[in-house]
T-cell receptor, first 115, second 116 residues
Framework: NAGVTQTPKFQVLKTGQSMTLQCAQD?????MYWYRQDPGMGLRLIYY???????DKGEVPDGYNVSRLKKQNFLLGLESAAPSQTSVYFC??????????????FGPGTRLTVL | AQKITQTQPGMFVQEKEAVTLDCTYD???????LFWYKQPSSGEMIFLIY??????QNATEGRYSLNFQKARKSANLVISASQLGDSAMYFC?????????????FGKGTKLSVKP
């Protein structure tokens, strides 16, 4: 099992460019998440998806869009990149249960720089 | 609103000693879960330990234990017999109850440095 994979690992964009960060999981998890990590801020939730075809906003969704067309894939899009979106992006997945341990498994992260 | 607070930006511990990393939380949900993750300098997030709000006993996983004090809303991580490889950022996180879809709220983290 590869677990959670993310592509690319590194990306440099110019202000105004667009791109899509890709995330895939092979654990058949129903829930997937996108976080961003900024220095001194911990991880903050951008968007999440409870199941294939559904997505919801998290704490910091502005400037991003997502799609979950297949259960194993969760895509994060930046339509017009801004320097404030320079960050490390983590994708995660879990088998959500209302109670109990629903540990999130994280991908290795994508380091994005917007010039 | 749910919130996680880690008040120690950085901690030092001597190798082979025990160390406690503090975490307090705030929630009105009766059902919640508390997690600790480790992030070494390589950047990946590694799950360490989980405590459910209804669990009667403190969670333990090898050298990691969680000191869960529900009335004080604290979930401190205890690492026994520290090793040089324990040097990393440590994040406390909380999962809310029904309707939160398993979303985690993270604290800002504590940087642990283990001295030889």
């Amino acid at each position: 099992n590869a677990g959670v994979t993310q592509t690319p690992k590194f990306q440099v964009l110019k202000t105004g460019q667009s791109m899509t960060l890709q995330c895939a999981q092979d654990m058949n998890h129903n829930s997937m998440y996108w976080y961003r990590q900024d220095p001194g801020m911990g991880l903050r939730l951008i968007y999440y998806s409870a199941s294939e075809g559904t997505t919801d906003k998290g704490e910091v969704p502005d400037g991003y869009n997502v799609s979950r067309l297949k259960k194993q894939n969760f895509l994060l899009g930046l339509e017009s990149a801004a320097p404030s979106q320079t960050s490390v992006y983590f994708c995660a997945s879990s088998q959500f249960r209302d109670r109990g341990d629903n540990e999130q498994f994280f991908g290795p992260g994508t380091r994005l720089t917007v010039l | 609103a749910q919130k996680i607070t880690q008040t120690q930006p950085g901690m030092f511990v001597q190798e082979k000693e025990a160390v406690t990393l503090d975490c307090t939380y705030d929630t009105s949900d009766p059902s919640y879960g508390l997690f600790w993750y480790k992030q070494p300098s390589s950047g990946e997030m590694i799950f360490l330990i989980y405590q459910g709000s209804y669990d009667q006993q403190n969670a333990t996983e090898g050298r990691y234990s969680l000191n869960f004090q529900k009335a004080r809303k604290s979930a401190n991580l205890v690492i026994s017999a520290s090793q040089l490889g324990d040097s990393a950022m440590y994040f406390c996180a909380m999962r809310g109850g029904g309707g939160s879809q398993g979303n985690l709220i993270f604290g800002k983290g504590t940087k642990l440095s283990v001295k030889p």
